[in-house]
DNA sequence: CACGCGTGGTA
DNA sequence: TTACCAAGCGT
């Protein structure tokens, strides 16, 4: 039986993660939601500084949204952030503040799909399912030497039906777990340690030869390169901040304000365009920051930034706007762009 | 169901 | 340096 060697091997060599040292659900939650297209070694600092400040759903749900999305800052995909929170206060409402255990319960939660739900069940409450995720598809997609593209349909369900033939029942947790390290140690995408993997002597993709070919990849096409333009307007120290829309691009974070350039116009056109939409403003330029630049997921960015004057009087404090000193900007959530901005800014004040 | 959603590490 | 990736989810 091969999961036995695949057992033993992740008693002698899996990783010592703080998540894995208690067995509270809650914990193994918020671990699953960092974890979500996230490596470990990034997630590390996040979780503890999460846990010591957001010990349970109750700390979580009784604290501001931005308080959350300010320790998540710097994570990514901040939807997780928003759905986390969102959840921990059902959980409290309706579950005294536990996580629930059912699969129906627990992908009704914001946040909890297919996946984290499966590994909730395992690893959290000892069911006998399959986390079927990254790791997962690519081992035994490899042990079973399957040429098929691992996202379609019918493949994922095959996957699991073969996983599921090999899962040993009670053991789900470390079974789960042992496949997650084993594909993040020794079955990695590229230059798999055949050599040391436990599943050697099972391995079909081994014995054929293919192993460094799966799994099936498609070729993707490089992202656009876009322009955008953003304004530091600020009145003695202070400086005006608005908040993103809830939804889409970095959602209920914080930053200056800006946005991008349509075809064929300036910097500065595209700049008082902006301004006059996002707060009816009409702002003189002053001059231009250093560029910066930035790589999100399906584009790359430039961008200029503009030091800004106006009649600034008439904008005052409201939901998605605000004025924070140079030495605030810090408490304030914000993405990686608009953060490198903030610290120019504090350089530039400084100087 | 294909797409949008962030960031930092690695070859 | 560019390209590709890393414990998915919601729409």
């Not at 695949?6 to 899996?14: I, M, P, V």
């Not at 939807?79 to 059912?102: C, F, K, M, T, W």
């Not at 399959?130 to 081992?139: D, F, H, K, Q």
């Not at 054929?208 to 003695?236: C, I, M, W």
Request: proline share 7%; with cysteine; glycine share 6%.
């Amino acid at each position: 039986m091969p999961s036995e060697n695949l057992l033993t091997w992740y008693s002698e060599h899996g990783r010592d993660l703080p998540w894995r040292r208690i067995s509270d659900p809650y914990a193994v939650w918020v671990s699953e939601i960092m974890l979500q297209q996230t490596r470990v070694d990034t997630v590390h600092p996040y979780y503890k500084r999460f846990m010591a400040r957001f010990p349970n759903a109750a700390a979580l749900a009784e604290a501001p949204l931005e308080e959350v999305l300010l320790m998540w800052e710097g994570l990514g995909y901040y939807a997780r952030a928003r759905n986390l929170h969102r959840a921990a206060r059902i959980i409290v409402e309706r579950y005294d503040g536990q996580l629930p255990q059912s699969e129906q319960e627990l992908n009704a939660l914001p946040g909890i799909g297919r996946y984290t739900a499966d590994a909730l069940r395992a690893i959290a409450f000892d069911q006998n399912t399959l986390a079927l995720e990254g790791n997962l598809r690519r081992v035994l997609t490899r042990l079973f030497d399957l040429h098929l593209d691992p996202r379609r349909p019918e493949v994922e369900r095959e996957l699991r039906r073969r996983g599921m033939s090999i899962l040993p029942r009670g053991r789900a947790s470390e079974f789960n777990q042992a496949l997650m390290d084993l594909g993040a140690l020794i079955c990695t995408p590229r230059s798999p340690a055949c050599h040391a993997c436990p599943l050697a002597a099972d391995c079909l993709a081994l014995r054929n030869g293919t192993q460094e070919q799966l799994p099936f990849r498609q070729p993707k096409r490089p992202p656009p390169l876009r322009h955008a333009v953003a304004a530091v307007l600020h009145e003695n120290d202070n400086f005006l901040i608005t908040r993103r829309p809830e939804d889409g691009l970095l959602g209920g974070l914080w930053g200056f304000p800006g946005g991008f350039i349509e075809d064929g116009e300036s910097n500065r056109l595209a700049l008082i365009r902006v301004l006059k939409e996002q707060l009816g403003l009409k702002v003189d330029i002053i001059n231009p920051l250093p560029p910066l630049g930035h790589a999100y997921t399906h584009f790359r960015v430039n961008l200029q930034p503009f030091a800004c004057r106006g009649r600034l009087s008439g904008l005052r404090d409201r939901g998605d706007m605000r004025w924070v000193k140079a030495e605030d900007l810090d408490s304030v959530p914000m993405g990686r762009l608009d953060r490198m901005l903030a610290r120019v800014v504090e350089r530039t004040l400084h100087d």
